[in-house]
């Protein structure tokens, strides 16, 4: 059954997260808001705020007013419940996804498209192998080759330390840190 013959329309409605107008999906996609909080296991009152302050909106709604989600709308509100969990409040999720559509804009939805981390306060964004804090911007890169040259490095210069105190043992002089 396609949402022409049930006579539904899709909403107009965008909201943060970019719930997005639809046009002959098949019912059997969408989901009803009573469905919605069964499978991600929220409270009717969460879903309906969560609508009403635009963090997470349902992609259609009925003649008759009644939200429908896509599937792509249960993967946005169980990535806003899981950082929510994790302690990260609302507006810091509407903060970081704001940020990041400016930063990634054919990122339509990023509760849906991105991988989201919460690390403390900071969520950060992984895409296309980066790390990014969401709201700044600002990579989140940890080079593994570069810590290891760091460290190689580092091996170096106490081996010649050590050698520089060893010589300087044998000879009778001392070696102070800081001097070989």
Same mark, same amino acid.
């Given at each position: 059954m396609t949402w022409a013959e049930v006579g539904t329309y899709a909403?107009?409605?965008s909201g943060i997260d970019g719930g997005s107008a639809l046009s002959r999906r098949p019912t059997s996609?969408?989901?009803?808001s009573r469905e919605v909080v069964q499978i991600l296991g929220i409270s009717r009152r969460q879903l309906q705020y969560w609508s009403q302050t635009d963090l997470v909106v349902p992609s259609a709604k009925t003649p008759g007013g009644h939200s429908r989600y896509t599937f792509g709308d249960l993967v946005a509100l169980k990535a806003a419940k899981r950082l929510i969990d994790a302690g990260v409040s609302?507006? @810091?999720i509407r903060a970081s996804i704001r940020a990041l559509r400016k930063l990634l804009p054919t990122v339509r939805r990023p509760l849906a498209e991105l991988i989201l981390v919460a690390t403390g306060d900071v969520v950060l964004a992984f895409r296309n192998g980066t790390a990014f804090d969401a709201v700044s911007g600002q990579e989140w890169v940890f080079e593994v080759a570069h810590f290891q040259r760091e460290v190689d490095t580092?091996? @170096?210069s106490v081996e010649t330390l050590r050698v520089a105190r060893r010589s300087g043992a044998a000879?009778?002089?001392?070696?102070r840190e800081g001097t070989a």
């Open positions: 909403s107009t409605r996609d969408l989901y009803a609302v507006q @810091r580092w091996k @170096r000879s009778g002089g001392t070696v």
